[in-house]
């Protein structure tokens, strides 16, 4: 693939700030494959089997990206610095990354056709984060950002996997020791997602006609961060 991307800057003391947008890639070349495998084995009568496998390899693929516009601005003083920044990203319409071949199932001789899509919405997600200068020697920071999910729902785009909507808080302090320089740091992510699970049974009755198809899901993760320089 390949895009173009412009920028501009500015510098306004205190004040500097920028603005960017990158296009649409535009795909040159790629490929892939496909694997799909449905297996049915009835204990009481043969007849019943199912049995349905293809494997494709060497398939043109395709992969669109939308337009983007990002901005950042920082405010510089003497003992602390800010900082912003956004970017927001258009929709993608659906499209078609790989294009498999229909193929005839073993058991029944059925014309077995996959429809494989993506498609994304329009999101924009941001950052804020700030330096307080404690001494020429010590500084400390914190920051907030956003990961927003461009993905509208599995269902909506047969390869998307999840959407979560993630959060990142993040602190940390650089600092001196004799000729020493060492950065600590800090991350908190968090976020969560409602994935649909197709139930399909035959017998509904009972307790599995109260199986829910939605799970929701949470997502914690933590991160440290040590750096040296000597």
């Known amino acids: ?13 205190p004040f500097t700030m920028g603005l960017t947008v990158t296009t649409p890639s535009l795909n040159v070349m790629g490929s ?5 495998g449905r297996i049915i084995n009835d204990q009481d009568s043969i007849q019943n089997n199912v049995y349905e496998t293809s494997f494709q390899d060497s398939l043109k693929s395709l992969y669109k990206s939308s337009w983007a516009i990002g901005f950042g601005a920082a405010y510089w003083q003497e003992k602390y610095n800010l900082h912003f920044s956004a970017e927001w990203y258009d929709a993608v ?12 199932a073993q058991s029944s001789g059925e014309v077995i056709h996959n429809d494989i899509t993506q498609e994304f919405k329009s999101v924009l997600n941001v950052g804020a984060g700030f330096v307080y200068i404690v001494n020429k020697s010590t500084d400390v920071s914190g920051g907030f950002t956003t990961d927003f ?3 509208i729902s599995p269902r909506s785009s047969s390869i998307a996997l999840t959407q979560w909507n993630i959060y990142h808080i993040n602190a940390g302090s650089n600092f001196k020791i004799g000729k020493a320089e060492i950065t600590l740091g800090l991350s908190y992510s968090f976020g969560r997602d409602y994935i649909n699970q197709q139930v399909d049974l035959d017998d509904v009755s009972g307790e599995a006609a109260s199986i829910t198809p939605d799970l929701k899901t949470n997502f914690q993760r933590v991160k440290m961060l040590v750096g040296f320089i000597f």
């Open 1 to 13: 693939r390949t895009l173009l991307k412009a920028g501009i800057g500015i510098k306004r003391v």
């Open 32 to 36: 892939g494959s496909f694997g799909y």
């Open 93 to 104: 319409s659906k499209y078609n990354p790989l294009v498999p071949k229909d193929f005839i």
């Open 149 to 151: 999910s461009a993905n």
